[in-house]
């Protein structure tokens, strides 16, 4: 089998998968085929893991974009974490590139605390040819309490390409869901997935600080758009679907109803109402 099509299939075997067990499954293919472990890390998103600077002893977050081998480079200090083998510098940016990085980080950490009230951020830049790109990465988790846990990652990928007067921004935005739930009445709930989108758009450009403020204007216009679309897609449709649920209780005069071809027992939210107004009528008796 030819190198492109194990990658094809892996590609499209991790799209099947669950996508809260991205890294674990990432993990089993590179160890069945190690020629395909650059090229699937650099292509698969997964979920950001975090690590503490040890000089400055704040988080970061882990990804391909700050990866030298085994070593992340920490936004915060720009060294690599562990050290890089003697004689080796790893990828860093040019000093311009790597003020833009310090200014860019400060920003989003103050997004971070203003929309999330938690989490970890990351940004990363690195030199073009024409220009720069760089990757905002945001990280909220649920504290696990029992069996309910959960955790939001957005991977926001930029190219910003110099022009007269003016910059192209390429957007690209991954968002990772994993949401889970369960106990003895109600049982276990998993809802996990992803959605990647994307934009082009040229906005104008007086300095560098007018990249920071363009690129941090296109990743919270594409957070909201994301998180409104997640919201009717994946919570708006959840509740519909348990709306229109029927009860569980039967009755076998209603059953000989369904067998007639009408439906005899109400939906789940019906019967709930029914169920609270008759517990009203009989309070109201005790009275």
Not at 32 to 49: A, G, I, R
Not at 69 to 84: I, K, T
Not at 164 to 179: F, G
Not at 215 to 239: C, I, P, S, T
Request: net charge negative; hydrophobic share 35%.
């Amino acid at each position: 089998m030819s190198t492109d099509t194990q990658f094809d299939s892996a590609l499209d075997l991790l799209r099947r998968l669950n996508p809260k067990d991205t890294s674990a499954n990432l993990s089993r293919i590179c160890a069945l085929v190690p020629d395909l472990t650059e090229d699937l890390l650099s292509s698969v998103d997964q979920p950001l893991q975090v690590r503490r600077c040890k000089k400055t002893g704040r988080d970061y977050l882990l990804c391909d974009y700050n990866r030298d081998g085994d070593s992340h480079r920490s936004p915060w200090s720009n060294e690599f974490e562990p050290a890089l083998e003697e004689g080796e510098d790893g990828t860093k940016p040019s000093e311009r590139v790597r003020e833009m990085e310090v200014r860019m980080n400060e920003a989003v950490d103050v997004y971070r605390e203003l929309y999330y009230e938690g989490g970890v951020s990351s940004v990363y830049f690195w030199n073009l040819d024409d220009g720069f790109a760089g990757v905002v990465l945001l990280k909220k988790s649920v504290s696990p309490t029992g069996k309910s846990e959960g955790a939001w990652d957005s991977i926001h990928v930029f190219e910003a390409i110099d022009r007269a007067r003016t910059a192209h921004y390429k957007l690209t935005s991954t968002v990772i869901l994993h949401l889970s739930t369960g106990n003895e009445t109600l049982g276990e709930m998993d809802l996990s997935g992803n959605m990647t989108r994307q934009i082009e758009q040229d906005m104008p450009v007086e300095d560098d600080s007018s990249h920071i403020v363009n690129v941090g204007k296109l990743v919270e216009d594409m957070e909201l758009k994301m998180r409104n679309l997640l919201q009717e897609v994946y919570f708006g449709k959840a509740k519909d679907v348990v709306s229109d649920l029927r009860s569980k209780e039967y009755n076998p005069n209603l059953a000989l109803g369904g067998l007639m071809g009408t439906t005899g027992i109400p939906p789940l939210t019906e019967a709930n109402r029914d169920k609270a107004t008759h517990q009203e009528m009989i309070n109201s008796m005790k009275r």
